[in-house]
């Protein structure tokens, strides 16, 4: 019988393979679904602060939220993760626009140069990446923790971000092995 932890390694493996044999073109569809799902989501849509990911290993590309011109978004300010130096798994969040010079972190995964941390108290909203999702909003990550760490339900009353999964809808499974630790999500938007 597998533990948890080798359950999640195979999905992870599976559920990447797939992410990473996307084409571009089925990338760039895959991007434009998501805007217009975005701008059809009152939860989105009723935000004003905005974490967003600089997609990487097949997730779903967010930077048309960056560079569209739909007056919806004008009210908008979008900030993406830091990853620390430090080995704490906190992520922090900087703002980003389409201007932003961006530089690889040590995962490989692009972020801002210039980083000017905000309070996460700050967001309304948090788009996370995911390998995998259940129906049932059980959130596989890429195992490091980092969303997880951050967004564990505090025990101060600072105002929690709500918290939506991006995801192609291939990878919805069945099941994902739940452990103390893993966040739950709401809700799941899928292409």
Not at 114 to 123: G, T
Not at 136 to 142: A, K
Not at 167 to 184: G, K, M, R, T, Y
């Amino acid at each position: 019988m597998q533990t948890a932890k080798q359950q999640k390694k195979v999905i992870r493996q599976l559920i990447r393979k797939k992410r990473q044999t996307l084409s571009i073109g089925q990338q760039k569809r895959a991007s434009q679904k998501l805007l217009q799902q975005l701008l059809n989501d009152p939860t989105f849509m009723q935000a004003r602060n905005i974490a967003i990911y600089l997609a990487s290993d097949g997730e779903i590309s967010q930077s048309l939220l960056l560079t569209s011109s739909d007056i919806r978004l004008k009210n908008k300010q979008f900030f993406v993760p830091i990853v620390q130096k430090n080995k704490s798994r906190q992520l922090h969040f900087t703002k980003i626009n389409k201007h932003t010079t961006l530089k690889r972190n040590r995962y490989g995964i692009f972020e801002p140069k210039q980083v000017k941390p905000i309070q996460n108290w700050i967001l309304d909203l948090v788009l996370m990446p995911l390998v995998a999702f259940t129906k049932e909003g059980l959130r596989l990550g890429m195992g490091g923790g980092f969303y997880d760490t951050t967004f564990s339900k505090n025990k101060t009353n600072i105002k929690q971000p709500k918290l939506i999964g991006i995801a192609h809808s291939f990878q919805c499974v069945p099941f994902i092995p739940n452990e103390p630790w893993d966040l739950p999500i709401k809700k799941v938007i899928n292409v």
